[in-house]
């Protein structure tokens, strides 16, 4: 009896190792090769990338400059194809997006890997790290948007890290959603090539684009990147129709000058339209820039009277407490529409995308 239940027992514990070693591996630690879009194959095993401004030349055997896609004997692939490193159901005003299904969730995805490299960014445990240095969680396309429909989100959005490197995971989860009536949306940097996001726009409602600062020397110094292809991609995605809010996080001393954000102010409403929303966010000490000082919110408040002097209507800042900063109002009779405290809504005054004051049409999507 006692060898029967040794064996029972020995039996049940191989089962429990076997699993372990088995069938949890492919749950948490499974890679889908996936060949990357876009690129181009050279002599010698050789590619050419061709998804950002970067067109980064790839040997075989070597990665990018984002870090996550490798040239294996002469192809492209995509090392973070549904490796989920980051997944949370959010306020859709966290993104942050003003204009765009308000007091809604979004279910909110990213995998490691960007193709910048901004010294202030407030995730770079993840945008700053290689696939195989972080856990993440296999999720299939499909079992994202089962998910995101289970959880009642009306938006899946692509955010935490840049979406533009996980760019085929992200199309491709855009395209189910779409057919399940899910919207799609991304916070990105924007440093994307014009086909790529052309075709991404089609299955996109609405993005945020960090407009990082308004000079290449900027860029190349904190982001090691260019101005001009971020502004091409707002214009991109504007005729394409996809709903734009932009974010701006100030830092003193380096992108909060009146010049500066007069120029840029003036450029988004010539380019984008004066209905355009613009975030100004407040930046704290992180990663690289742990020396600087916070934001002077008086700078904050001063960049906001510059954009509306300019006439862009909807000016917000972002990560301060004040009575309007985060509130929306009508900008024909200046009546309060929508006040926020946070990342929720108080009090909303819309009528059918109308102030319900005076009548004046208020730019967005409002469900």
């Known amino acids: 009896?006692?060898?029967?239940?040794?064996?029972?027992?020995?039996?049940?514990?191989?089962?429990?190792?076997?699993?372990?070693?088995?069938?949890?591996?492919?749950?948490?630690?499974?890679?889908?090769?996936?060949?990357?879009?876009?690129?181009?194959?050279?002599?010698?095993?050789?590619?050419?990338?061709?998804?950002?401004?970067?067109?980064?030349?790839?040997?075989?055997?070597?990665?990018?400059?984002c870090g996550v896609r490798e040239n294996r004997n002469g192809s492209l692939y995509t090392l973070v194809y549904a490796k989920a490193v980051a997944i949370h159901i959010d306020p859709i005003e966290k993104?942050?997006?003003f204009h765009f299904f308000p007091s809604t969730t979004a279910y909110s995805v990213a995998t490691a890997g960007c193709n910048l490299k901004c010294k202030f960014c407030q995730n770079w445990e993840i945008s700053q790290s290689l696939p195989e240095d972080v856990e993440y969680r296999f999720m299939e396309p499909e079992d994202l948007v089962k998910e995101a429909k289970a959880s009642n989100a009306p938006t899946i959005a692509y955010t935490y890290n840049e979406p533009t490197i996980f760019y085929e995971y992200m199309l491709d989860t855009a395209k189910l959603?779409?057919?399940?009536?899910?919207?799609?949306?991304?916070?990105?940097?924007?440093?994307?090539?014009?086909?790529?996001?052309?075709?991404?726009?089609?299955?996109?409602d609405a993005a945020n684009i960090d407009l990082k600062g308004f000079s290449d020397d900027y860029y190349a110094k904190l982001s090691e990147g260019s101005l001009s292809p971020v502004l091409r991609s707002l214009k991109v995605l504007k005729d394409e129709g996809v709903h734009i809010e932009i974010t701006t996080l100030l830092l003193s001393g380096f992108n909060d000058d009146e010049p500066t954000l007069r120029k840029m102010c003036l450029w988004i409403k010539d380019n984008l339209g004066s209905d355009t929303p613009?975030?100004?966010?407040?930046?704290?000490?992180?990663?690289?820039?742990?020396?600087?000082?916070?934001?002077?919110?008086?700078?904050?408040?001063?960049?906001?009277?510059?954009?509306?002097?300019?006439?862009?209507?909807?000016?917000?800042?972002?990560?301060?407490?004040?009575d309007q900063a985060e509130n929306t109002y009508c900008p024909k009779c200046s009546k309060l529409l929508i006040e926020r405290r946070g990342y929720f809504i108080v009090s909303n005054n819309l009528k059918e995308g109308r102030c319900k004051f005076c009548g004046e049409k208020i730019s967005g999507v409002w469900n």
């Open 1 to 65: 009896m006692r060898n029967l239940l040794r064996l029972t027992i020995s039996l049940a514990l191989l089962f429990v190792l076997i699993f372990a070693t088995l069938i949890l591996p492919d749950l948490f630690s499974q890679e889908k090769l996936i060949e990357a879009s876009f690129y181009s194959k050279l002599e010698n095993k050789s590619v050419q990338c061709q998804l950002c401004p970067r067109r980064c030349f790839i040997k075989d055997g070597k990665r990018g400059f």
């Open 95 to 97: 993104k942050p997006l």
């Open 177 to 204: 959603a779409r057919k399940l009536g899910i919207k799609n949306i991304m916070h990105s940097n924007g440093y994307i090539n014009e086909q790529p996001l052309r075709s991404l726009a089609k299955y996109l």
């Open 278 to 322: 613009l975030h100004f966010s407040r930046f704290f000490p992180m990663y690289k820039l742990t020396s600087l000082n916070p934001t002077p919110v008086e700078s904050l408040l001063q960049a906001r009277k510059i954009a509306l002097s300019c006439g862009l209507r909807y000016v917000y800042i972002g990560n301060i407490a004040t």
